[in-house]
C-alpha cells in the first residue's frame, strides 16, 4: 500500500504570496488532518477534514484554511504569507474511526522570506 | 497550555541497554496515546499506541506503559540499537463521548534519543 504523499516537498514564497500544498492519503482512508511543525511551537494540529467536510479545526487564524475532495484527496491553503509561516507542514491520514492511528507523510518545507 | 509534556529534551543510552522516554498530560480528556518516531526531513513514523482501559501495550521490542492516576506514560525500547536514534513524540487524543476531537491529536515537544554503539 502506498503511503501518504505530500507535494511540493520543498517550497520558498515570499510575505504576502499565497501557497496551496497537497496531500494524498493512503487509499482507503477518509480523514486528512494537517500539522505544522516549528522549532518553537513543536507540532501543532490546524484541521481535520472526513468525507469532504472540516470536522475539526486547530487554533490557527483564517488565512489557513483547506478543503478535501471526493477521492480524500486534500489542500491547504494559506494566504498572505507571514515569516512566521515558514514550517515543516504536515498531513497525516486515517480511517477516521475512533482511536485510529494517523500515519504521516514527508512534509512540505515551506520557507517564507 | 501544554497539555502533553514531555519534560527530557535528550536521552542518551548505550546499545544493547533500555532506552526510557516519559510523558505527563494534564487533560483527563484524552483516552488514547500514540509514540511517533522522527527523523529529520520526515514525517513522524507511527510506533504503538495504548487506550486508557489498558495499562501496557507491546509490540516486539517497543513496550508502552500508561499511569491514569499519575496521568503519566512510558515507552520502554528494549534492546536499543543505533538505528532507533531520532526524535520520539508522544500524543495524546480525546474520543470519548461527546468529544469534538476527532483527527486531532496533542503532542509532546519530543525527546532526542541517541544510542551509542
Known amino acids: 500500500k502506498a503511503g501518504v504523499t505530500q507535494t511540493p516537498r520543498y517550497l520558498i514564497k515570499t510575505r504576502g504570496q499565497q501557497v496551496t500544498l497537497s496531500c494524498s492519503p493512503i487509499?482507503?482512508?477518509?480523514?486528512v488532518s494537517w500539522y505544522q511543525q516549528t522549532p518553537g511551537q513543536g507540532l501543532q494540529f490546524l484541521f481535520e477534514y472526513f468525507s469532504e467536510t472540516q470536522r475539526n479545526k486547530g487554533n490557527f487564524p483564517g488565512r489557513f484554511s483547506g478543503r478535501q475532495f471526493s477521492n480524500s484527496r486534500s489542500e491547504m491553503n494559506v494566504s498572505t504569507l507571514e515569516l512566521g509561516d515558514s514550517a515543516l507542514y504536515l498531513c497525516?491520514?486515517?480511517?477516521?474511526?475512533?482511536?485510529?492511528?494517523?500515519?504521516f507523510g514527508p512534509g512540505t518545507r515551506l520557507t517564507v522570506l | 497550555d501544554q497539555q502533553v509534556k514531555q519534560n527530557s529534551p535528550s536521552l542518551s543510552v548505550q546499545e544493547g541497554r533500555i532506552s526510557i522516554l516519559n510523558c505527563d498530560y494534564t487533560?483527563?480528556?484524552?483516552?488514547?496515546f500514540l509514540w511517533y518516531k522522527k527523523y529529520p526531513a520526515e514525517g513522524p513514523t507511527f510506533l504503538i499506541s495504548?487506550?486508557?482501559?489498558?495499562d501496557k501495550n507491546e509490540d516486539g521490542r517497543f513496550t508502552v506503559f500508561l499511569n491514569k492516576s499519575a496521568k503519566h506514560l512510558s515507552l520502554h525500547i528494549v534492546p536499543s540499537q543505533p538505528g532507533d536514534s531520532a526524535v520520539y513524540f508522544c500524543a495524546a487524543s480525546a474520543y470519548k463521548a461527546g468529544g469534538t476531537s476527532y483527527g486531532k491529536l496533542t503532542f509532546g515537544q519530543g525527546t532526542i534519543l541517541t544510542v551509542h554503539p
Open positions: 497525516a491520514s486515517s480511517s477516521g474511526a475512533r482511536k485510529n492511528e494517523q500515519f
Open positions: 495504548i487506550s486508557s482501559i489498558k
Open positions: 487533560n483527563s480528556m484524552f483516552d488514547y
Open positions: 487509499s482507503g482512508h477518509r480523514s
